[in-house]
């Protein structure tokens, strides 16, 4: 059974930097594609970032230049480097990994960005 746990949200001033990790347990092909979403209350949930197994990146317009996705196969694990953070960054980040015919999400982790 496949398992994603975020961790590394928490409380940080404006302009202050936060690193997100997602680790997966279970077997998940290292091909897949993986990605953080985030939900702020009200709003409905959105692609902050993507990677591919190749590395390729996309990020929503308002994180680039700001965030910076990565992932490590060999410790089946993504993270998410988010610099200049901002209040409008305020969320709950999910990471998630494309597969078929379900895609696995992880519990989500509190980003809180003080003004």
């Known amino acids: 059974q496949v398992q994603l746990v975020e961790s590394g949200g928490g409380l940080v001033q404006a302009g202050g930097s936060l690193r997100l990790s997602c680790a997966a347990s279970?077997?998940?092909?290292?091909?897949?594609?993986r990605g953080w979403y985030r939900q702020a209350p009200g709003r409905q949930r959105e692609l902050v970032a993507r990677i591919t197994s190749g590395g390729t990146t996309t990020y929503v317009d308002s994180v680039k230049g700001r965030f910076t996705i990565s992932r490590d196969n060999a410790k089946n694990t993504m993270y998410l480097q988010m610099n200049s953070l901002k209040p409008e960054d305020t969320a709950v980040y999910y990471c998630?990994?494309?597969?078929?015919?379900?895609?696995?999400w992880g519990q989500g982790t509190q980003v809180t960005v003080s003004s």
């Open positions: 279970g077997y998940i092909f290292s091909s897949r594609t």
């Open positions: 998630k990994v494309e597969s078929w015919p379900v895609d696995y």
